[in-house]
C-alpha cells in the first residue's frame, strides 16, 4: 500500500468516525424503562445543608420505586470544607456515599487537598468508581490512578449508558501544586493549554472509545464550571470543541443550571447542568424510554423536604464519632501560644505574636512561598501548653477562609504593611483596654519590619473602606525579606510570592483591595484550619517544642 493510499485510507476512517458521533444523537436507540441519573456536585461536606445527603437518600429511594434504573453519581468537591471532612480527611464523607449508594464519582480539585496518599485511600475505600480522562502520569510513586477510569459504561437493559470523568485543568493551582510533584517536579499532567485543545483531545478520545464501546448516550461528569476564569478548559468551550456528548453534569463554579442547551462542535444540542453548592438542589437527568431523549432539572431544597430516617442515623452515628474525635490529641507544645497576654488584653491585632508567627509560617510552609501574611482578625483562640487536640487547632481559625498564593510586586507588599499597620500604637493596651487594634493587622512570616508610630498613618481610603493609596510619609520601614537564610531588604521593583487566603487576596477582606488583580499560584486550596493542621501535625510531625516559645522580631514597634 502506497502512502498516498494509507493516507486517504486514514483520512476515511477518521471521516467515517467523526460522521457517525455526530449522527449519533440521544433517541435513535430507547431504554426499556425511563432511566434516572441524579447528580451532587461541590458537597463540601455539607451533609444536612439543604436537602442533605438524608433527603438524597429519600428521594433516590422514592424513585426507585417508579423505574428499576436509578444511578446516583457525584461531580466533585464533596469531601473538603467542614469540620467532618478535616478530621477524617475526607474518609466520612466517602463512608456517607457508599451507604447511600453512588456509583460514579469524578474529582474536583478540591480532592486533591489532602495529599495523593490520603486520595489513594479515599479511592480505594469508595465503592462507587472514580473516573478521569484528562489526568497523565509520569511518575515513580504509586498513585491513586492505577485505581480510576476515563469512562464507564453501565447497560440498562439493552441500553448502554456512558459516564465520562472530566476534572479541572485548573486542579494544580486550586489545590497544592507541591502535591503533583515529585522531587520538586510536576509528574500529574492534567493536560492543560493555552487554546484548551490537549483537554478537549483527551475528552474526545474517551467519549470516541465510549461509542466504539456501544455506549448510546454519553455524560460527562466534569468538574469544570463556567467562570471565564477557568478558560479555556471550562464546560461550555468543552461542549462546544467536541462532539458525542450528550449531557455535561458540571460542578466547581457553585452554578446553578437547570437544563441548558449548548450547541457542540457540529452544531448538535447538548444538556448542561449544575445543582450549585451544599445540596441547595439535586440534579435529575431522565432519558426517556418512549422517546430515548433526555431532560435535566434541579429539585429544590424547599421543594423537597423528605430524610431518610437511616442515613440521618447514620450520618448522626458518625457525627458522634468524630465529636469524640476532635478531642483526639494530635501534637504537643512545649509553651503554650496565645492571642491574648496575661492580664487576657488582646495582642495578636496589634503587635507580633507567637501564635501569629506560626499561622503565618504555616501559610508560608504549605504554600512554599516567600512570605506568609495572616490578619489578626482570623486568629480566634489560643493553643495549650502540652496536649493540642483537632479541636484546639480547629478553634484558631474557625472562619472557613482558603489558602491562596499570588505573585506580588516588593511595593505591593509594602503598601500592605503600610495598610495593616496605620492603627498601631507604640503600646498595645491602656490598662485593661487592647489599643491600636486592627483586624487586618497582619502577623507575618519571612518579613521583618518596623512601625514608626511617631509618623502619623498617611494612609487614603474610599467611602468603603477600601485602601486607594499612601499620601504622605510611610511609618512602616526597613522592610527585609528572607532569602537564602538571610535577611535583604525588600525590592518594591522585585517580584515575591505571597500566601495567605481568599479573604485578603481575592475578596479584599478589611480593605486589602492591592492584590486583587495579581496571579493566583494557588486559587483557593486547603482551607484554614487545614493549613495550620498540616504544618502543625504534618511538617512539624505534630511537635512544636519551644520553637515559638517567644517573638523573634519579625515586627518592631516604636
Known amino acids: 500500500m502506497n502512502k498516498a493510499f494509507k493516507l486517504l485510507a486514514s483520512i476515511m476512517a ?29 458537597i463540601h461536606c455539607g451533609i444536612e445543608d439543604g436537602i442533605g445527603f438524608a433527603g438524597l437518600s429519600a428521594l433516590k429511594k422514592e424513585l426507585q420505586k417508579e423505574t428499576p434504573y436509578v444511578t446516583l453519581v457525584d461531580n466533585g468537591d464533596a469531601v473538603q470544607g467542614t469540620l467532618i471532612g478535616t478530621i477524617s480527611k475526607g474518609s466520612y464523607i466517602v463512608d456517607i456515599m457508599n451507604e447511600i449508594g453512588y456509583e460514579y464519582a469524578t474529582f474536583g480539585n478540591h480532592e486533591f487537598d489532602y495529599g495523593m496518599p490520603v486520595l489513594d485511600g479515599l479511592v ?77 483531545h483527551k475528552i474526545q478520545n474517551a467519549v470516541n472509545a465510549a461509542r466504539q464501546e456501544g455506549a448510546d448516550f454519553v455524560i460527562v461528569l466534569s468538574h469544570l464550571g463556567i467562570d471565564e476564569q477557568d478558560a479555556p478548559c471550562n464546560s461550555t468551550n468543552l461542549i462546544q470543541n467536541t462532539v458525542g456528548i450528550d449531557a455535561v453534569l458540571d460542578g466547581h463554579s457553585h452554578s446553578v443550571i437547570d437544563n441548558q442547551l449548548v450547541k ?99 501559610y508560608r510552609a504549605v504554600a512554599q512561598a516567600d512570605i506568609g501574611m495572616v490578619n489578626g482578625g482570623g486568629i480566634r483562640a489560643n493553643l495549650p501548653l502540652g496536649d493540642i487536640t483537632y479541636a484546639d487547632i480547629i478553634n484558631v481559625h474557625p472562619f472557613g477562609n482558603i489558602l ?58 474610599d467611602t468603603t473602606g477600601m485602601f486607594t493609596g499612601v499620601a504622605g510619609a510611610r511609618r512602616v520601614k526597613d522592610v527585609m525579606v528572607e532569602k537564602d537564610g538571610k535577611w535583604v531588604p525588600i525590592d518594591p521593583n522585585g517580584t515575591y510570592t ?40 504534618d511538617i512539624l510531625e505534630g511537635n512544636l517544642k519551644d520553637k515559638y516559645a517567644t517573638i523573634e522580631g519579625r515586627i518592631t514597634i516604636k
Open 264 to 362: 457542540n462542535k457540529y452544531g448538535s444540542d447538548v444538556i448542561l447542568t449544575s445543582t450549585g453548592t451544599k445540596f441547595e438542589n439535586v440534579g435529575k437527568l431522565v432519558i426517556y424510554k418512549n422517546t430515548g431523549k433526555a431532560y435535566s432539572q434541579l429539585i429544590n431544597k424547599d421543594e423537597y423536604t423528605k430524610k431518610d430516617p437511616e442515613i440521618t442515623k447514620f450520618i448522626e452515628d458518625i457525627k458522634a464519632s468524630y465529636e469524640a474525635e476532635v478531642m483526639k490529641v494530635v501534637a504537643k507544645s512545649d509553651v503554650a501560644l496565645k492571642i491574648v497576654d496575661g492580664s487576657g488584653v488582646r495582642m495578636v491585632r496589634n503587635s507580633e505574636t507567637a501564635i501569629g508567627n506560626l499561622c503565618a509560617d504555616a
Open 124 to 200: 480505594a475505600k469508595a465503592n462507587y468508581k472514580y473516573l478521569v480522562a484528562n489526568i497523565d502520569f509520569n511518575g515513580k510513586e504509586k498513585t491513586f490512578l492505577d485505581r480510576t477510569a476515563p469512562y464507564a459504561i453501565k447497560s440498562y437493559g439493552n441500553y448502554k449508558v456512558a459516564f465520562v470523568g472530566a476534572t479541572t485543568p485548573n486542579a494544580i493551582t486550586t489545590s497544592t501544586p507541591a502535591f503533583f510533584q515529585e522531587d520538586g517536579e510536576f509528574v500529574y499532567d492534567l493536560n492543560k493549554s493555552a487554546t484548551g485543545k490537549k483537554f478537549f
Open 404 to 461: 491562596c498564593k499570588i505573585k506580588t510586586t516588593g511595593q505591593q507588599i509594602l503598601d500592605c504593611l503600610e495598610f495593616a499597620c496605620r492603627s498601631t500604637r507604640n503600646v498595645y493596651k491602656e490598662g485593661q483596654k487592647a489599643v491600636g487594634e486592627s483586624g487586618g493587622f497582619q502577623q507575618v512570616s519571612g518579613l521583618k519590619f518596623t512601625i514608626d508610630t511617631s509618623v502619623a498613618s498617611t494612609v487614603t481610603t
Open 498 to 537: 505571597l500566601a495567605s487566603h481568599n479573604y485578603m487576596i481575592k475578596q479584599g477582606g478589611d480593605g486589602f483591595n492591592m492584590f486583587q488583580n495579581d496571579e493566583l499560584l494557588i486559587d483557593e486550596g486547603m482551607i484554614d484550619n487545614q493549613v495550620l493542621m498540616t504544618y502543625i501535625v
Open 14 to 42: 477518521v471521516a467515517v468516525l467523526v460522521f457517525s458521533l455526530v449522527g449519533f444523537t440521544a433517541g435513535t436507540a430507547r431504554p426499556d424503562e425511563n432511566i434516572v441519573i441524579l447528580y451532587t456536585n461541590d
